[in-house]
């Protein structure tokens, strides 16, 4: 077969698929299991015209020249380069004729386009290619594993591909081999809730494990599979992980961490903790627990003290879904990506011409703690980083904003730290909100809501007279014999438009106030907050990326060079910037062209 006479070894690398989606061309809208509109074909194929001179592109986040993207798929660095594969519709604005595009880096800023890696073309995949992982096996060799669509009735079954020629710095041409599909559903799965494999790992037994997302009744599942050749997956007796009352698991992520660097995902040990990290198709948030990975029974057991379901720890507590990690060997270090989709209405997407980001690939190691992960920006970002001001030892007294002039606000990166004398003031919390629902307690204590400590933060694309801003910032609350720290990105005044749909089938915009809690120790009475900024894209990393926040906004007044940045405080304490850096943030040479 073509496989065996253009490369010679058996194995490659695993990239597995995280959202599942489905093909089809009436003329209406059509639900796909709670992930993506499916629209008309007029639409799906509706090319864009002159992106270059949208008003809310990002400047320096991920994205193609134009069109739709989604989740990040199979991402890896093989010889030196950064390989990033993800969802993509070539032909439109809106999810449909989904391909796995693919981009290549040297320093995960700059990225080059090259040829798309898959694409329905096979009897495994002729009704969709969804997301997957990337594994490189041993002798350094590349293999994708992802889920491919074999009917109109969304049967998913789990593929792979491999490089046609290794000796290719940039990988651009991928091989489907007719021994395809590699692993299919049997009678005890729900084969259309099958997919989204993940990285492979190594045993000491010798056997390869991947895991494969899905659901039972409204348990969510990662089923476990296991291979001596990677070519013969047989099924284990118990799932890696499940939790009831969870529905549908996407995009699965499976790996150890550590509290200093990163680590390859076959490494065990018996002081290494593991991520399990899960999208959750019902609520469209990731989710993921710490705990231990019982390599002789093959299961992972989360922590007693992790929340194992819809009130658990997230990555990201805003516009963050189908994340995907990998471990970088020339760094040691542990990268994810996330994509964050559009929150305008379905008109304007179609009108600009193109949809979605992906955010600022983050390291992720494990808090020294022991309780949470701390997500922050991958060094390579500072070297985008140009006019700079700083501002130290300011006060800011009950209602005053501050203004921080001589950068591009509205292109900016943006690291502060806020300090107070006393915690006296903090508010009591209220014994009759949920504690598990901080964006219904941000939505009520938003940032013009008088407090004690807090509210304090950053405006973030303000209009002159303030019409319109993004404000991000915290408040604290007195709880018993603690301290809780509420974290807010409030999208709710970002625009003065309406942005209601005209479209049938359309969306409207959506303008949350996401907001979670920050677990910090408040001894020294500090605060800190990093927040880049990028025309239509704040993402904010609190307390050192213990708590991280994206919002997708849509500002009608705060464009470019009419875009301002304030600091404030609208509690009765007095709030001190200690320091304040911040820097216009350059466009990359490249970007997908």
């Excluded at 046609?164 to 021994?179: G, H, Q, T």
């Excluded at 950068?407 to 990166?413: M, R, S």
Aim: charge should be neutral; charged fraction near 25%.
């Amino acid at each position: 077969m073509e496989f065996t006479k253009r490369v010679h070894w058996v194995l490659p690398v695993l990239y597995i698929s995280c959202l599942a989606f489905l093909f089809n061309t009436n003329n209406f809208v059509l639900v796909v299991d709670a992930s993506h509109d499916v629209f008309s074909e007029d639409v799906l194929s509706l090319s864009a015209v002159n992106v270059k001179k949208e008003r809310h592109r990002s400047g320096y986040h991920f994205q193609p020249t134009k069109h739709w993207i989604n989740d990040p798929n199979g991402p890896m660095y093989y010889n030196g380069v950064y390989h990033l594969f993800y969802q993509y519709n070539p032909k439109g604005a809106v999810w449909g004729n989904i391909v796995w595009a693919h981009s290549v880096s040297k320093d995960l800023i700059n990225w080059e386009k090259v040829e798309h890696a898959i694409f329905p073309s096979k009897p495994f995949d002729k009704y969709g290619c969804w997301s997957g992982s990337a594994t490189v096996l041993p002798g350094n060799k590349p293999v994708i594993l992802y889920t491919g669509i074999v009917d109109d009735k969304n049967t998913q079954v789990q593929n792979y591909a491999v490089p046609a020629n290794l000796s290719d710095p940039y990988l651009r041409e991928w091989i489907k081999p007719d021994n395809n599909p590699l692993i299919v559903a049997d009678k005890a799965i729900n084969g259309t809730y099958f997919r989204d494999p993940t990285t492979a790992w190594l045993g000491k037994d010798g056997h390869w494990r991947i895991s494969i997302g899905g659901k039972k009744n409204n348990r969510g599942i990662s089923y476990l599979y296991k291979s001596r050749d990677f070519m013969h997956w047989v099924k284990a007796k118990h799932p890696l992980h499940a939790t009831a009352g969870t529905g549908n698991w996407e995009c699965p992520d499976f790996f150890p961490v550590s509290a200093t660097n990163g680590l390859d995902t076959s490494v065990v040990g018996p002081n290494v903790k593991h991520v399990m990290k899960v999208s959750l198709d019902a609520t469209r948030f990731e989710y993921y627990t710490l705990g231990s990975y019982d390599v002789g029974k093959d299961r992972y057991i989360p922590d007693p003290d992790m929340i194992d379901g819809w009130n658990g720890l997230r990555y990201d507590y805003g516009n963050f879904y189908a994340s995907k990690s990998f471990f970088d060997p020339s760094k040691n270090r542990r990268i994810l990506w996330g994509w964050a989709n559009e929150s305008d209405s379905t008109d304007n997407d179609i009108k600009k011409g193109w949809a979605g980001v992906q955010l600022i690939p983050r390291t992720i190691v494990l808090d020294p703690n022991g309780k949470q992960l701390l997500q922050w920006p991958v060094e390579e970002l500072e070297t985008l980083r140009g006019n700079k001001v700083e501002v130290s030892n300011k006060i800011l007294n009950k209602g005053e904003n501050v203004e921080i002039k001589g950068i591009t606000a509205a292109q900016a990166d943006v690291d502060v730290t806020f300090s107070f004398e006393s915690l006296d003031k903090a508010e009591m919390f209220d014994p009759s909100w949920d504690r598990y629902d901080a964006q219904k307690i941000c939505s009520q204590k938003g940032s013009t809501v008088e407090g004690g400590l807090g509210p304090f933060g950053l405006l973030t694309l303000a209009s002159q007279n303030l019409e319109e801003y993004t404000p991000v910032f915290f408040r604290v609350f007195k709880d018993q014999d603690k301290h809780l720290v509420l974290m807010c990105s409030d999208a709710s005044r970002s625009s003065v438009k309406d942005d209601k749909t005209k479209m049938k089938d359309g969306k409207d915009a959506y303008r949350p106030s996401f907001a979670g809690f920050v677990n910090v120790d408040l001894t020294e009475k500090k605060l800190s907050l990093r927040s880049l900024i990028d025309n239509s894209v704040v993402e904010s990393f609190g307390a050192g990326g213990k708590t991280c926040i994206t919002s997708r906004v849509y500002p009608a007044l705060a464009l470019f060079g009419n875009a301002h940045l304030y600091a404030f405080n609208n509690g009765t304490e007095t709030i001190k910037i200690d320091s304040l850096n911040a820097w216009t943030m350059n466009k990359p040479r490249e970007m997908n062209h």
